[in-house]
């Protein structure tokens, strides 16, 4: 978890998850641990780039190229502000390199 809590934010974040992961996928976590983490994957075993952006509750994920992967919403208790985390399902030899945060003003 971060130290500092953010809230609207856009974060980079390369990750590379095994095929065997399938069932398991890492995800990142906004606004602290009682939030859903938003999925990084798919799991082929390749790195991936992933921009995800909070805007006003609002959770876009794109992929490296700029190409819409998911779009959601935080729940609406989701706190204003929080730390980001990566959550992983038991075991897992994911990798995650090249995290930067930005908070949006």
Known sequence: WTEESFGDVEILIDSKVPAA????????VVRGPSVPP???GP???T??????TVRQ???KVLDGSGTLLAETS?????????????????PSESQ???????ELK
């Open 57 to 59: 509750g609002a959770v």
């Open 74 to 90: 935080l729940p609406a208790d989701a706190p204003a502000r929080g730390p980001i985390g990566i959550r992983t399902s038991g």
């Open 47 to 52: 790195w991936q780039r992933r921009v995800i």
């Open 96 to 102: 995650f390199a090249n995290i930067f945060v930005r």
């Open 21 to 28: 992961a399938a069932e398991a996928l890492p995800g990142l």
């Open 43 to 45: 799991a082929n075993g």
């Open 38 to 40: 938003v999925v990084l």
